[in-house]
């Protein structure tokens, strides 16, 4: 199993992150697409060049992009559904640029509003997906790379997506795979019952333990040791960690270096 870096938990310049990771011996990462770098705004047209560039350092850094998560939108763009559809399909295209294999997404990404989502699980209706969804799958099919739906959770006492049974009816129903934050998802379900739902669909697992700020940092807790081993027996193939702002990078060594015993052991 691979273990690999969210640039955007480096530097919120991507550049300098996919640097940075080299620097520290990764040779996989999760690469954000960044709403500035990415820069769809009133022309209604990505940075399409800027991501041909990336590709370049990509290579001669000897990265390997394991994912790619969609940028966060801005509320002018979660107002217009054709901006959606825009942000979606040409996510997916600089994900394709850069080699990716996974394109993580959320609720916000793929679906129309919660309430219609919310509609769904309770009648077992067609999912609730934005215009462009169909072509932006095909796109993601004819290069090789799966579609993936991260388990948010977003409001107190609604679980939302962050479900197992919930997300194993979504994944089947949309074909597309399951991008899990393993720490998020036991509020909702013990691992097992995740694992038991969506062992075939595991695309990419999220790994990370909260500082005291309540931010992501790069995972050290004894519990991983027991968390991790359930998922050998998958077909998850990555795990994307993250680090905080002030962390040394002995700390993110380190880290990484535990999960890669961890995953020998079991």
Known sequence: MQIAINTGSLSQETPEALEKAAALGFRHVEVNLQTAEFDYGYRRKPNARFYRQLKNQIDELGLIVWSVSAPALTQEQMFSSRARKDILMNGVGAAGLLGSQVYVTGPTDLFQDEDALLTYFDKREAPPIINGFDETWAQAVNRRMALAIRNYDYWVGSP????????????????????????????????????????????????????????????????????????????????????????????????????????ERV
């Not at 669909?201 to 790994?207: D, K, P, S």
């Not at 005291?212 to 960690?241: M, N």
């Open 160 to 263: 939302l997506i962050n479900n197992a049974e919930r997300m194993n009816n979504l994944t089947d129903a949309l074909a597309v795979g399951c991008a899990l934050d393993i720490r998020l998802a036991q509020h909702r379900n013990p691992l097992p019952v995740w694992i038991e739902q969506l062992n075939e669909r595991l695309a990419v697992a999220y790994v990370y333990d909260l500082g005291e700020d309540g931010r992501p940092k790069t995972p050290a807790g004894e519990e991983w040791a027991e968390w991790l081993i359930p998922f050998k027996q998958t077909r998850l193939k990555c795990l994307v960690i993250s680090a905080a702002n002030d962390q040394s990078d002995s700390e993110i060594i380190d880290s990484r270096t535990q999960l890669a015993e961890i995953l």
